[in-house]
């Protein structure tokens, strides 16, 4: 398995440009989710999804859209990007049934920059 | 709301050195509580849990108990190692109406550990 899959692991952006973080997973989970982590400020929840078809926003969605048409995929958009989106973005998944309890699979992260 | 409050760091310790970072939560409802590892360069790993109240969570000679009666769930290794060098971050895991399933994190520790 190849667990939870990020890309690109860099990328630079100039304000205003529009760009797509791809996130997969392999394992069937139909628990989603988008994080970023800034510095001192731990990580926030952008959106999140249940399964295919059902999404939601977490605490700092503005800026923000996600799609959930397969299990497997979970794309974060940007529509046009400001320097304060900055940071590094983690995807991550898990089962649902029994969701409070269970361990989230985190991908390796992408790490932006706007100019 | 939901919120979690760890030493924030950095910490600096000796190799066999005792680790304590502390973490203390408020929270709505009856959470889940972990422990995450971010390795340099990498994602989120769960490196230890705990469901409910007075359950020990250990993994790799790191240990924490959920007490409920405090509101914590400190983490502790008796003789740390230069590889535990990495950040630390405390989690509460909670389910509100419906899907809406949420990790809240604290804003992580910074642990060195020097030969």
């Known amino acids: 398995n190849a667990g939870v899959t990020q890309t690109p692991k860099f990328q630079v952006l100039k304000t205003g440009q529009s760009m797509t973080l791809q996130c997969a997973q392999d394992m069937n989970h139909e628990y989603m989710s988008w994080y970023r982590q800034d510095p001192g400020m731990g990580l926030r929840l952008i959106h999140y999804?249940?399964?295919?078809?059902?999404?939601d926003q977490g605490e700092v969605p503005n800026g923000y859209n996600v799609s959930r048409s397969t299990t497997e995929d979970f794309p974060l958009r940007l529509l046009s990007a400001a320097p304060s989106q900055t940071s590094v973005y983690f995807c991550?998944?898990?089962?649902?049934?029994?969701?409070?309890?269970?361990?989230?699979?985190f991908g390796p992260g992408t790490r932006l920059t706007v100019l | 709301g939901n919120s979690v409050t760890q030493m924030e760091g950095p910490v600096t310790l000796s190799e066999e050195a005792f680790l304590t970072i502390n973490c203390t939560y408020t929270?709505?409802?009856?959470?889940?509580l972990f422990w995450y590892v971010q390795y340099p360069g990498e994602g989120l790993q769960l490196l230890l849990k705990a469901t409910k109240a007075d359950d020990k969570g250990s993994n790799k000679g790191f240990e924490a108990t959920y007490r409920k009666e405090t509101t914590s769930f400190h983490l502790e290794k008796g003789s740390v190692q230069v590889s535990d060098s990495a950040v630390y971050f405390c989690a509460l895991g909670t389910r509100g109406g419906g899907s809406n399933y949420k990790l809240t994190f604290g804003k992580g520790t910074l642990l060195t550990v020097n030969p």
């Open positions: 929270a709505t409802g009856y959470p889940s």
């Open positions: 999804s249940v399964g295919a078809g059902i999404t």
């Open positions: 991550a998944s898990s089962y649902l049934a029994g969701a409070r309890t269970n361990e989230q699979f």
